[in-house]
């Protein structure tokens, strides 16, 4: 038992790591994109003082740009508290949709991420009381066994649908073949485990099919009032 | 003196290029391994700057595949990562690394050093933009 526990700990901690480090991956290159068009506006201000014509055309680009970074910054942000915070507490009513949207975002991060496209996003998907971090987790290294395949051409489309009154079923459609028969690996199932996710198979090679209960009865146990 | 920017983030080696175009040093760019190869297999280069992650061949990987194209090409690497794990395939201790941002001028020396060319004077702009738009 405590083996296992030591394990997931691990593999935790270094889920947290590898989003945060991509994270600053992405935040570093919107800074480098705006240090190097501030260094351009830089550049036409002294040929302008050497008496070169100035454009404003170019002006105007250089500072849409800039607003531009600064959004995808701003966005970038967001989503780096939203996850930071999916430690506060171990269990809470989660909204699905939006966790898959978070992890969509952060794990496109990813050099080797494929496009995600998520369905039916206005169908009313009720929430579930699960623990939030250990379903980023899940969902995200589902993402990356499908991303391995797919590659950065590819495309994963995701779709919610609730499945009797159990819970909800989660799928995951590749536009290439997924070596399914290596899912779910280890890791996939350790966390499965704990938050009583089920598999369901349907025998293709561009499909995976996860129910996610609407109470994960596993977990309940940690809730405690938040302080 | 040709060199080739390589980086998924196609702002900014846009921004690199325009901005070394002004310094008169003459950069290609590519926003993926396949394109930079092609544009290679065209061009005799004296530096790349590549970026380590980036989707399809990774940088480390494309410097092997352009090393075989052109065995006197040399390298330089950006990334946005804090460390660079140098254990990676097709990375060399000798091998450069920048970490983003960078600073232009800094750039520009470690080219002139790799290449030996001394012509550059650092701050000094001398556009050679070769008809094109900045």
């Not at chain 1, 404003?56 to 680009?61: F, G, P, V, Y």
Request: glycine share 6%.
């Amino acid at each position: 038992m405590n083996d296992e526990l030591n394990y997931m700990n691990t593999e935790n901690l270094k889920f947290f790591g590898k989003v945060n480090a991509s994270i600053s991956h992405e935040l570093k290159n919107i800074l480098a994109i705006i240090s190097e068009t501030a260094g351009f506006l830089n550049d036409l201000a002294e040929l302008a003082k050497q008496g070169k014509e100035l454009k404003l055309s170019l002006l105007e680009s250089c500072s849409n740009s800039i607003v531009e970074e600064i959004q995808r910054g701003f966005t970038t942000i967001r989503q780096m508290n939203r996850f930071s915070h999916s430690v506060d507490v171990p269990v809470m009513e989660v909204d699905l949709m939006e966790t898959l949207e978070l992890m969509a975002g952060l794990s496109g991060f990813l050099s080797f991420a494929s496009h995600v496209r998520i369905e039916n996003k206005d169908k009313d998907i009720k929430t579930i009381s699960t623990c939030p971090f250990l379903l980023q987790h899940l969902i995200y290294q589902i993402l990356c066994f499908a991303y391995e395949s797919a590659g950065p051409t590819g495309e994963i489309r995701l779709h919610l649908s609730t499945e009797n009154d159990k819970g909800i079923l989660l799928s995951f459609f590749s536009s290439t073949q997924m070596p399914v028969e290596r899912f779910p690996d280890e890791k996939i199932k350790n966390i499965s485990d704990t938050l009583g996710v089920e598999f369901q198979t349907n025998h293709s090679f561009y499909e995976l099919n996860i129910l996610i209960p609407y109470t994960c009865e596993k977990i309940q146990g940690l809730n405690y009032e938040r302080k | 003196m040709k060199i080739i920017l390589v980086d998924d983030e196609q702002k900014f080696v846009n921004m690199l290029a325009k901005r070394l175009a002004l310094r008169g040093i003459e950069a290609d760019v590519a926003y993926t391994g396949d394109e930079a190869i092609k544009k290679a297999a065209s061009t005799a280069y004296d530096v790349a700057v590549l970026d380590i992650k980036m989707p399809g061949i990774s940088g480390t990987q494309l410097k092997k595949k352009l090393h075989s194209l052109h065995p006197n090409l040399k390298f330089v690497f950006v990334t946005g990562h804090g460390a660079v794990d140098k254990s990676d395939e097709g990375t060399a201790e000798n091998d450069i690394y920048l970490s983003k941002p960078m600073d232009i001028e800094f750039l520009i020396e470690t080219i002139e050093e790799l290449t030996q060319a001394g012509e550059f004077v650092p701050g000094s702009l001398t556009p050679q933009t070769n008809g094109r738009d900045l």
